[in-house]
Structure formats: structure tokens, C-alpha cells
């Protein structure tokens, strides 16, 4: 296991169409995270699961998002709609159960899947 | 709610000079603090972390970070600096409860470092 694989690496859209991203986890990391990160920003927390469970979704996450972790695996990320404001890269993050971090996690990012809304 | 303020968006050093990346936090409660190192189209990568105890954490690379209470600071040093240290630096921090997901980052520094 090399680490968290996410694809497609680049995806270039119309206006109005969906989108899907798949985030694959590091084996035994038990959490995953999603953030997206725009040009000279920091990355913004959007979501995070914990095996299957989606525990926390950031606020400013529009209905036009949605993200499922259904075997407590991979994961994807859903923009129906999408609009030009959503470009941005989409990152994938996990961590490893808290038993074995000692109560710290810390994340373990994909390279990231890049969105161009045109 | 959390944040961290990366006051400087671009920091340039000589090679072997020493360096300073700045980070201050706010958040509920104790924290932990990150740093990650993301270098042209890779992904952000771990550095180091704060936890509690010795308040100067030693991580990856030769960096080491200086955790301030009282200035609520966690800056990121590195004695002498090398040319491959150029890169994106983000701080991060996140509340002690082990339930909370949610890491808030800084929005980066740019540290180049010249020959």
C-alpha cells in the first residue's frame, strides 16, 4: 500500500453537469477526510467519515454535495450541478484508528483531484 | 470555532541560514498543532505535531516547531536551511477532544530558499 490514491487526477466540466471522485484510504486507516483546497488558500474542511459513518459536514457544504463511504473503504465525492465556483482541488485524506495514533491523528493526504468548471 | 494565521505568505532565506515559519492558533480548549509540507503537484505531507509535554517538537527533515501557550504560537524552525526545503508550508491545529475530525489549516507560506 503506497498511500491515498484519488482519481481521476483532473477533471474538466461543463456547467450544470455532475461529477464524481473517488478517494481510495490507506488499508486500516479507519478515518477519511475530504477538503478542497483553492489557489493560495489553505485546505477547507468539507467532510469527514469514520469507517462508514459520516460524522461531521462542514456547513458552508452545499446540498449539491455528497459524499458516501459505504463498506468503510474508498469513498466518493458528488457535485451535481456543478457551478464555476466549484473549481478547486478536491483532496483525500486519511488517518489511522485512534488506538494506534495515541489519541493524534494525523492526515495523510492523496494528491488530490483538480476540478475545472468551465 | 478554530483558525490559525499564517502572517507571512512568502518567506525567502539564503541557503544555511536559519529559518522561521510562523503560526498562530485559536481553539477551544488545549490543542493539537500540525505542520505539512507540500511540495509542486504532490500532496500535502506530515511534518511534525504537538501534543502536549515538551513544548519544542522535532519532526521530519531536520525541522522543529516551538509550541507557545501564552502567544498561542507554534512556529516552524529549521537551523540551517537547504534549497530542497523550498515548498508550501501549512500549519493546522485541532481541539484535544478525540471525537472532533475537523483539522482547520492555515492558508500557507511560501518558503524559498536561495544558493
Known amino acids: 500500500d503506497t498511500g491515498v490514491s484519488q482519481d481521476p487526477r483532473h477533471k474538466i466540466t461543463k456547467r450544470g453537469q455532475n461529477v464524481t471522485f473517488r478517494c481510495d484510504p490507506i488499508?486500516?486507516?479507519?478515518?477519511l477526510y475530504w477538503y478542497r483546497q483553492t489557489l493560495g488558500q489553505g485546505p477547507e474542511f468539507l467532510t469527514y467519515f469514520q469507517n462508514e459513518a459520516q460524522l461531521e459536514k462542514s456547513r458552508l457544504l452545499s446540498d449539491r454535495f455528497s459524499a458516501e463511504r459505504p463498506k468503510g473503504s474508498f469513498s466518493t465525492l458528488e457535485i451535481q450541478r456543478t457551478e464555476q465556483g466549484d473549481s478547486a482541488m478536491y483532496l483525500c485524506a486519511s488517518s489511522e484508528p485512534t488506538r494506534l495514533a495515541g489519541g493524534l491523528r494525523e492526515l495523510f493526504f492523496g494528491e488530490g483531484s483538480r476540478l475545472t468548471v468551465l | 470555532a478554530q483558525s490559525v494565521a499564517q502572517p507571512e505568505d512568502q518567506v525567502n532565506v539564503a541557503e544555511g541560514n536559519p529559518l522561521t515559519v510562523k503560526c498562530t492558533y485559536s481553539v477551544s480548549g488545549n490543542p493539537y498543532l500540525f505542520w505539512y509540507v507540500q511540495y509542486p503537484n504532490r500532496g500535502l505531507q506530515f511534518l511534525l505535531k504537538?501534543?502536549?509535554?515538551?513544548?519544542l517538537v522535532k519532526g521530519s527533515y531536520g525541522f522543529e516547531a516551538e509550541f507557545n501557550k501564552s502567544q498561542t504560537s507554534f512556529h516552524l524552525k529549521k537551523p540551517s536551511a537547504l534549497v530542497s526545503d523550498s515548498a508550501l508550508y501549512f500549519c493546522?491545529?485541532?481541539?484535544?477532544?478525540?471525537?472532533?475530525?475537523?483539522?482547520?489549516f492555515g492558508d500557507g507560506t511560501t518558503l524559498t530558499v536561495k544558493p
Open positions: 493546522a491545529v485541532r481541539p484535544h477532544n478525540t471525537n472532533a475530525g475537523k483539522s482547520t
Open positions: 488499508s486500516e486507516h479507519n478515518r
Open positions: 504537538y501534543i502536549t509535554g515538551d513544548n
